[in-house]
């Protein structure tokens, strides 16, 4: 726990996140651990090919949705 402690306040003094490799499930993610507050937080990180197209969601901007 004390590994953990001195990365979390190390990254937390430099205002940085880390690059991590992580197993979970059997399956190798890259992940970030950050810094958020006592803890150290592990955010996965996905690749283009994990992401799905959502054909549910409008994301066009403001200016986009106006009609002309």
Known sequence: MKTYALLRDALAG???IGIA???LHSKQHLAAPIPA???LALN??????EIRRSTRCDCRTKAQRRPA
Do not use: P
């Not at 996965?44 to 090919?49: A, Y």
């Open 21 to 23: 490799s992580a197993v």
């Open 37 to 39: 507050g006592r803890v």
């Open 14 to 16: 430099t205002g940085k």
């Open 44 to 49: 996965t990180l996905r690749g283009s090919e």
